[in-house]
């Protein structure tokens, strides 16, 4: 279509403008760093998850799994099945985030 023509035009024009701008490179290495840092994020993130989740596993063996940590009170069972790693109730949940932003 025409309209895909136009896009096309357009983005090879900015490709030639970027490639010919002083900033180019910059722009290429700051695209580079943000994508490393994206990957170490998620690395991390799934790191913590997987430290959650052999907590569980642990939880389960010494016979305290679905315990919250914070009240000993059972966790949601819909909680629960959605997060099977969760280790506190959505209540200690919900109070702790609260605290972490400030919010009485």
Known sequence: SERLE????RRQ???ERREGSPFGKR????SEAFELEK???LEKKLRNTLAEIDYALEKY???TYGLC???GQTIEQDRLEALPQANLCLGCKTGQTKDAKGIK
């Open 27 to 30: 722009d290429e290495e700051a």
């Open 39 to 41: 990957g170490l994020a």
């Open 69 to 71: 940590d914070s009240c």
């Open 61 to 63: 063996k010494a016979g």
């Open 6 to 9: 136009q896009l096309r035009a």
């Open 13 to 15: 024009l900015l490709g």
